[in-house]
């Protein structure tokens, strides 16, 4: 996963990316994996 918003110059690349870090969520999994998902609001 390439955030791009940690760069100065577009990152050009075959992994997933995303611009920003906001509306992102990060949690991790019952063994430990790292889980990155769109963040929700509260309802």
């Known amino acids: 996963m390439v955030i791009s918003a940690t ?4 990152v050009v690349t075959q992994h997933a990316s995303i611009a920003t870090y906001d509306a992102l969520g990060v949690a991790t999994d019952d063994n430990g994996w790292m889980i990155i998902e769109p963040q929700r609001d509260a309802a």
């Open 7 to 10: 760069h100065v110059h577009p």
